[in-house]
């Protein structure tokens, strides 16, 4: 896949673990990352086992998520050095997972944080 985002409903066809390398080789690349937060902070979902940060390699992908159910949440970007250097040890620290680029009925790939630091370093 090159090295464009896919800002349309191709993107969210394509299976999970596709989305997850396409996510992971923009980061690798020096792409931002974005989320959804409020005035609380991040959006956090919890899976029970789980408490799931959700990311997207766009603003516009994260922004049409958060209108499904997520009203009152915003776009946040999250450049690449401070989402391997920072983010992701913090988050391995309070035990949070990472769920890359969740599609609009929800399915993605969830790992660690420490899982998702390796796969940038590979």
């Known amino acids: 896949m090159s090295n464009t985002i896919l800002l ?3 993107f969210y066809r394509l299976p999970s673990s596709e ?3 396409h996510v992971l080789n923009l980061v690798k690349k020096g792409t931002s990352v ?18 799931v940060l ?8 994260a922004t049409a998520w958060g ?3 997520y009203q ?5 970007e999250i450049n690449a050095a401070d989402w391997a250097e920072k983010w992701l040890p913090g988050m ?3 035990g949070f997972s990472v769920g890359v680029a969740p599609n609009l009925a929800g399915e993605c790939i ?5 899982e998702h630091a390796a796969d940038l370093q590979s």
């Open 72 to 76: 009152g949440f915003n776009s946040l």
């Open 110 to 114: 969830v790992s660690s944080a420490e």
């Open 67 to 69: 209108e499904k159910e």
């Open 92 to 94: 391995q620290g309070d």
């Open 54 to 61: 959700p990311i997207w390699p766009a603003e516009p992908l």
């Open 34 to 51: 974005w989320t959804l937060a409020d005035a609380e902070g991040c959006l956090i979902i919890d899976l029970g086992s789980d408490k």
């Open 8 to 10: 349309d409903d191709t």
């Open 19 to 21: 989305r997850y390398d």
